[in-house]
């Protein structure tokens, strides 16, 4: 498979291109948290050599360690990627937003050994009041998007993302102000509806289109939790360098009930529109226009040959989400 396997989308309005598919270096599938050195670096060369040019991670995957392996294995590659971090907000942080945005991408770029990233993005869900690890919008508009502004200035970022977690309605609204430039979407066939309605009773957070109102204010968007945390490859059974344990993120209650929902999406398989649940799942992923690029975490390399392999069949037939659209309707009978 070579590189132009994968052609390249634009991340919203910021002018980066990016290759459908990314490569997620977080605790889920764990292989730049946990993989041995030169898993690392098989792993990242092999992705780049596949196209893949846009690598994230965050301050909080493995207490810092992604960000201290990702770092060197790209220095060594002398790679020409796009990074993303996070930064996490603590309810003590409140006091001086600015100065906790600033303090958290300089230990980042300490641990990746860069001078600046791509894009920082808030990793903190978002509600209409500051509660725990929420942060109100008013907070993200005013104080966060300032201290975004001032790393811009500084050269240490191009561009502010958020993790579009939270309350839908303060999504919508921080999303829509103009403010932000890349959002990552929760998106995934246990939870399509950033893109697409459910019936109701769907058994699932509503994101009420989500990925209509980035394409339409022009947001580059980053798909997460395409595979459901792994729960989408049907089995519980956890490989040995994911983490171990894993919440769902705005599906079902736990893991196993995602695991026994998602088996659902096998008759996209009987009826031939894809070789497995997993290819199903990422193509499903980049079907819609909205989508720039997903990300995927990996635990060794088959699991990115498989990633990429299901990518260069590209999105969906519309046969196929007509049938997805009636598992749907069957998740939310089961309730």
Known sequence: MSPSTLPQRPLGRTGLRVAPLGFGCGDVGGIMVRGTPADRERAAARAIELGINYFDTASSYGQGQSERNLGPVLKALRADVHVGTKVRLNPE??????????????????????????????????????????VSTKVVLDDVAAGMEDLKKAGKIRFFGMTALGEVGALHRVLSSGAVEVAQVCFNLLNPTAAYPTPLGFPAQDFDGLLHLTEEVGVGTVGIRIMAAGALSGTVERHPVAIPTVDPIASGPDYATDVTRGRVFEALVREGHASSVVEAA?????????????????????????????????????????????????LARRG
């Open 93 to 134: 942080d409140m006091k001086d937003v600015r100065g906790a945005i600033a303090r958290s991408l300089d230990a980042s770029l300490g641990r990746l050994g860069r001078e600046r990233v791509d894009i920082l993005y808030l990793h903190n869900p978002v509600a209409r009041q500051s509660a725990g690890s929420r």
């Open 282 to 330: 990422h193509r499903f992923a980049i079907t819609p226009s909205g989508m720039s690029v997903i990300l995927s975490g990996w635990s060794e390399m088959s699991h990115l040959e498989a990633a990429a392999a299901a990518i260069a069949k590209g999105p969906l037939s519309a046969a196929a989400l007509e049938r997805a659209a009636t598992c749907w309707a069957e």
